[in-house]
């Protein structure tokens, strides 16, 4: 059974940093793309950044600049760094992870950023 696992969310002062990590588990296959989406109240869920298992990385144009996705392949784990926090990044985030033809969502960690 493949699991997702997020953690790291929590309440920061705008200007603030976050770290969100992201742990899978129990893929047959390997992980193709990993990645970040968020989601705030009244919104459709978004691309945050994604990384490929070779390192190639995409950004939303609303973070370049300020977030920073990382992987560690040994561990199946993604990072995101959030830096210069806005209260705009509010939002549930999730990641979703690639591994073969199948896709998979963790339960999401909430981010409040407070102005």
């Known amino acids: 059974q493949v699991q997702v696992v997020e953690s790291g969310g929590g309440l920061v002062q705008a200007g603030g940093s976050l770290r969100l990590s992201c742990v899978a588990s129990?893929?047959?296959?390997?992980?193709?793309?990993m990645g970040w989406y968020r989601q705030a109240p009244g919104k459709q869920r978004e691309l945050v950044a994604s990384?490929?298992?070779?390192?190639?990385?995409n950004y939303a144009d609303s973070v370049k600049g300020r977030f920073t996705i990382s992987r560690d392949n040994a561990k199946n784990t993604v990072y995101l760094q959030m830096n210069s926090l806005k209260p705009e990044d509010t939002a549930v985030y999730y990641c979703?992870?690639?591994?073969?033809?199948?896709?998979?969502w963790g339960q999401g960690t909430q981010v409040t950023v407070s102005s």
């Open positions: 979703k992870i690639i591994p073969g033809p199948y896709n998979y």
């Open positions: 129990g893929s047959k296959f390997s992980i193709n793309v």
């Open positions: 990384i490929s298992s070779g390192g190639s990385t």
